[in-house]
């Protein structure tokens, strides 16, 4: 009962790295969120997002095939109001510049464990 | 290799392996090879374009390895299972790539290929590389990782 009483959103991870997918469901989850999916591509991204409709995706953006950015394009072009982190190792400027410019709501740079992610959601959430 | 961007490359990996092993790290002596090669139990490689061309070695001995997984995975790593290896080929990335982003703010570009990881009797499908190769070891609590930086700037 107090688990369900604290889910706030529910949310998709999208990365082809097992480790990654595992920490970021851990720290959301510990934000209190819900599991809806994982995808390990771009491509399951977009597929997926049809179908789960997540609160919030949480995206890498390298990966094998079609990239994050692409993904991220490709979800909004289908929902407008599809909430889309970015999730990277890299973090120079122009990255960062480029992923919100084509409408991603927050970048989180790799490792994680430091990321305040009970703000971070709460500030996506709000948009 | 140029002192310009190798000591943004060197301190920025230091860095991220500090952040992400969550406890301080010391830089050993820089040693100067005249070939790339991975010779510990495991090796991560990626390979570097852009301005430069070349590739980045991120080795360490089994022990450190399932110290540095199990730290990740905030539980014990047994073994090198897939999941052990997959860590650390994100690790790989993560150090690499906050390398590469440092030095992308500075007006180089860098581009990094994904982590391969060779392992045991797959450690000499890494391949050697006739370029000369800066090694530093970089000590973490877990163990010391070897950074193999191997680069030439495209003129």
């Known amino acids: 009962m107090q688990a369900e009483q604290n889910r706030q959103f529910n949310f998709m991870v999208v990365d082809d790295s097992e480790f990654a997918r595992k920490s970021l469901i851990k720290a959301l989850t510990h934000a209190g969120g819900a599991l809806s999916g994982e995808a390990v591509s771009g491509q399951d991204a977009v597929q997926k997002y049809r179908t789960l409709k997540p609160d919030i995706v949480f995206m890498d953006i390298t990966m094998p095939g079609v990239e994050g950015i692409d993904a991220l394009e490709q979800i909004l072009a289908g929902d407008s109001s599809a909430r889309v982190v970015m999730v990277s190792s890299l973090s120079h400027q122009s990255l960062v510049r480029d992923a919100l410019k084509k409408g991603a709501k927050h970048f989180i740079t790799k490792p994680i464990q430091n990321a305040p992610m009970d703000e971070i959601v709460r500030f996506v959430l709000s948009l | ?155």
């Open chain 2, 1 to 155: 290799m140029r002192l310009d961007y190798i000591n943004t490359f060197i301190d920025s990996v230091a860095d991220a392996l500090e952040e992400t092993s969550g406890a301080p790290v010391s830089r050993g002596a820089i040693k100067l090879r005249g070939e790339s090669s991975a010779r510990l139990d495991i090796a991560a490689v990626i390979g570097m374009t852009g301005d430069v061309d070349g590739r980045v070695i991120i080795e360490m001995d089994r022990v450190t390895a399932l110290a540095i997984s199990g730290n990740m995975n905030k539980e014990p790593s047994g073994e090198l299972d897939p999941l052990a290896m997959d860590t650390l080929r994100e690790l790989a990335n993560i150090l690499v790539a906050r390398a590469v982003s440092a030095l992308n703010d500075r007006s180089f570009v860098f581009r990094l290929t994904p982590p391969l990881l060779f392992t045991g009797a797959d450690l000499a499908r890494s391949g050697r590389i006739n370029l000369e190769s800066l090694m530093v070891p970089l000590h973490a609590n877990a163990g010391t990782i070897n950074l193999h930086v191997a680069l030439t700037m495209n003129t």
